[in-house]
């Protein structure tokens, strides 16, 4: 995993469209995880209680690459 053109700054979060842009997750897929309850870890900011639409999704940046992170060591595991 390369890591993010967006470390330099002091951003904690993208949105699921730079998530797609950096580590190649279709906006569509990260969508459907949510949906389905599975996937990367995410907040919602600013939606209504009871509603379910609005806000605003964000990922954390250092729980995606812990993610990747951890994904990479078992598949290194099952190689062996």
């Keep these: 995993v390369t890591k993010i053109k967006f470390m330099n700054t002091n951003r904690k979060y993208l949105r ?14 990260l969508a459907k995880q949510r949906s389905q309850g599975f996937g990367l870890p995410y907040v919602l900011i600013g939606r209504k209680t009871k509603k379910r639409k609005g806000g605003i999704i964000l990922y954390d940046i250092d729980v995606i690459e812990d993610v990747f992170k951890s994904k990479s060591k078992i598949e290194a595991t099952n190689e062996k």
């Design 16 to 29: 699921p469209k730079e998530v797609e842009e950096i580590y190649g997750i279709k906006e569509g897929t």
